[in-house]
């Protein structure tokens, strides 16, 4: 490597934790722009779908369980996605859509099967649960969670285990298609209108059990509705495309990261102050891609910016 190309990768490395390349990517135009965007995407499609291969071979092909299992992994915040996807595991899909029409019992086999009622203080409703909870796990022997399992600090309420799994339970009764439904969404609207989902009567005055609030209505927000758009709706739509060989399921998932706002959190703000911000989902779940594959590993000589910048150097120096 010539001396001028070894100086700008030190150069990218020794920048690459406070995101040194923002400002020449914010200087780009559109189409060179949506040329890096898309080498990152396929770039962090090809590891999620990873994941989904895994989730389908434990789920034995059946796509419907494969679904459920990101959607309860997708649901949790960071902290709680392997203790949510551990609940996935314990009560299968097969036996929610048994009991689907009785919403409640639903939502007996998740609080029971978590572990998370032993929490909290009691009353009509969480007996009622517990109660219905006994009955369904000597029915279809489920063996419940220790709630140590679960991460409750420093959760924002909208965001508590709890309240996630009443929602869950909720989103699972509404109909038996939801995998189908998923595969459809085209738009923001659509994956707001599927997921954002209200939890049953009893909390609206309630955050916790046992405790009653101000009544509010608890919903998954548009912000939750759309991560769960990136994380689980367009992944598993480019997962099936990929596995049935359907392009056009394929070219809807990249279609709806460009629909959906993009992510706000602390690597995006980073980006802005490095000079870009994303435009869509497609473009900030890029950046995440840059940020955490890249960067983070000072692999600037194999990232699609730094290959990018190097062959403008090779060439000046020509």
């Known amino acids: 490597m010539a001396d001028a190309a070894v100086h700008t990768v030190e150069r990218l490395q020794a920048g690459a934790g406070a995101y040194a ?19 990152l ?20 092909d059946n796509w419907n369980q494969t679904f459920y299992l990101l959607y309860f992994r997708t649901l949790g915040d960071r902290r709680n996605q392997e203790a949510c996807l551990e609940l996935a595991r314990r009560v299968p899909y097969r036996i929610v859509l048994r009991e689907r029409l009785a919403p409640h019992a639903v939502e007996a ?31 279809y022997g489920i063996e419940p969670m220790e709630a140590s399992a679960w ?53 609206r005055t309630h955050h916790i059990p046992g405790a009653e609030s101000d009544e ?39 279609t709806l990261m460009e629909r959906l706002p993009a992510e706000d959190n602390r690597y995006m703000r980073d980006w802005k102050a490095a000079g870009i911000g994303p435009r869509n989902a497609f473009e900030s779940q890029a950046l995440l891609q840059l940020a955490t594959e890249y960067c983070a590993e000072r692999r600037c000589a194999e990232c699609p910016v730094g290959r990018r910048i190097l062959r403008q150097t090779v060439v000046a120096e020509d």
């Open 109 to 139: 086999m998740l609080f029971g099967a978590s572990g998370l009622l032993e929490l909290y203080r009691n009353d009509t409703y969480t007996l009622d649960l517990k109660r219905g909870f006994e009955y369904l796990a000597a029915k």
């Open 21 to 39: 390349c923002g400002g020449y990517l914010g200087g780009l135009n559109t189409l060179q722009r949506t040329e890096i965007c898309t080498s």
């Open 151 to 203: 991460t409750l600090t420093e959760i924002r309420p909208a965001n508590h285990p709890v309240l996630r799994l009443a929602q869950a339970a909720e989103f699972f009764t509404q109909d038996e298609f939801v995998m189908e439904r998923a595969m459809a969404c085209r738009t923001e609207e659509e994956v707001r209108k599927l997921f954002c989902i209200e939890a049953s009567p009893y909390w």
């Open 216 to 254: 509010s209505p608890k919903r998954i927000g548009a912000f939750k509705a759309n991560i769960i758009g990136i994380n689980l709706v367009a992944v598993l739509q480019f997962a099936y495309g990929s596995y049935t060989a359907n392009e056009r399921l394929r070219d809807s998932a990249l």
């Open 41 to 60: 995407i396929f770039d962090r499609l090809s590891r999620k779908m990873r994941l989904v291969e895994t989730l389908r071979r434990e789920a034995e």
